[in-house]
């Protein structure tokens, strides 16, 4: 039964009950009265004379009537209280629910498409963590501190997964060679951003208010694009690029060049940074790099805390660096930095 109508007969049933004990308690006081006028020899019985007996009877009654009303009201406040708590606390675990029901669906399609690409074990999960983390270090950013709130930094993580999903509609034979592509298979490989960047948006504007698949679409059409405009498929110049996409941007290429590749060895950590560090203003925001090179030594852990995890001691060390501890300090480069074009082949 509905519980405010329980409310209700619970109220009319303790006032029927009050009014009840008060008329009771009247009749008694009345009788009392009577016999005490018989034993007054015949006095005159008048109603003055029972007032006090009717007073008393009255203040009985809504004293009473008061007290069950309000010990009925809370009780009742308290029932629906619980049950709102209850309602809440299903609601919100259903939620979360879907939510990792979503994130793993998005994880597994995006591990699906990878299955067809020949990058390393682990790119997703290390990207998706790298991009939390510059994410994360963008956070007390002045310029991009608003922008940055914890649901960008907790949507990023996840979006960033699906940066090459357009990889599906790339042909095996360009996909998968080992060798340098001609310039006419670079073209096509590059295709794959405006293929997913396509597809994505078009969810996004059927979903309507969807943040995450807007993001996924900014990161999957916009996460080869430069800084200083070099970049494709629209060649966009600074901040034209979404944050989302020049931050995956950043991590995107610090895995290409740390981890082994069909057609590369893996670069060294020091490389890599001195290799980032000459691409700010270029390739990359140079803010984001600025804020990439504080946090190196965070992304060198993480490259190998995951090669512990995929392949065991035996494998060969993420960055070329076999030595265990702590990650190196930023250090000036060992090597002359990598020139970095959009037709570099680590940068499929
Ligand atoms: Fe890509
Ligand atoms: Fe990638």
């Known amino acids: 039964m509905n519980s405010r109508v329980t409310q209700f007969y619970t109220v009319v049933l303790a006032q029927a009950v009050c009014i009840g004990v008060g008329l009771w308690m009247e009749q008694c006081l009345l009788r009392h009265g009577l016999r005490q006028a018989a034993g007054q020899g015949g006095a005159a019985f008048t109603g003055l004379s029972l007032l006090p007996s ?7 009654t809504f004293a009473l009537l008061t007290i069950t009303t309000y010990l009925v009201l809370r009780r009742s406040e308290d029932t629906l209280d619980h049950e709102r708590t209850r309602s809440a606390s299903e609601r919100l675990r259903q939620t ?7 994130d793993a669906v998005i994880f597994a399609l995006a591990k699906l498409a990878g299955f067809r690409d020949h990058e390393t074990g682990g790119h997703l999960e290390r990207i998706s963590e790298y991009a939390t983390l510059l994410a994360s270090g963008l956070r007390r950013h002045p310029e991009y501190g608003q922008q940055v709130t914890p649901a960008f930094v907790r949507l990023i993580g996840l979006a960033a997964v699906l940066h090459d999903i357009g990889k599906v509609g790339i042909e095996d034979r360009v996909l998968r060679k ?9 073209e096509y490989m590059q295709r794959h951003t405006v293929l997913a960047g396509g597809c994505l948006t078009e969810i ?3 979903l309507g208010s969807s943040n995450f698949m807007h993001m996924a679409a900014d990161i999957a059409l916009s996460h080869h694009e430069h800084w200083d405009g070099a970049g494709y498929p629209h060649a966009l110049k600074g901040d034209n690029t979404p944050l989302a996409a020049r931050i995956v941007a950043i991590v995107d ?3 290409a060049l740390s981890t082994p590749r069909v057609y590369k060895s893996p670069m060294p950590h020091a490389e890599c940074v001195a ?3 000459a691409a700010a203003g270029s390739q990359f925001d140079p803010e984001l790099v600025r804020v990439w090179l504080a946090l190196e030594p965070k992304f060198w852990a993480i490259a190998q805390q995951h090669l512990k995890t995929l ?10 660096d076999a030595k265990p ?17 959009v037709g570099s082949d680590w940068d499929r």
């Open 96 to 102: 979360q629910t879907l939510v990792r029901t979503r």
């Open 275 to 277: 290799t980032i560090r």
């Open 325 to 341: 501890g702590p990650a190196p300090p930023c250090q000036e480069p060992v090597a002359e930095p990598v020139l970095m074009t």
């Open 311 to 320: 392949d065991g001691d035996r494998a060969p060390s993420i960055a070329g």
């Open 253 to 255: 290429v610090y895995d």
């Open 178 to 186: 080992p060798g340098p592509l001609t310039p006419q298979e670079r």
């Open 54 to 60: 009717a007073l008393i009877t009255f203040l009985w």
């Open 204 to 206: 996004a504007q059927r």
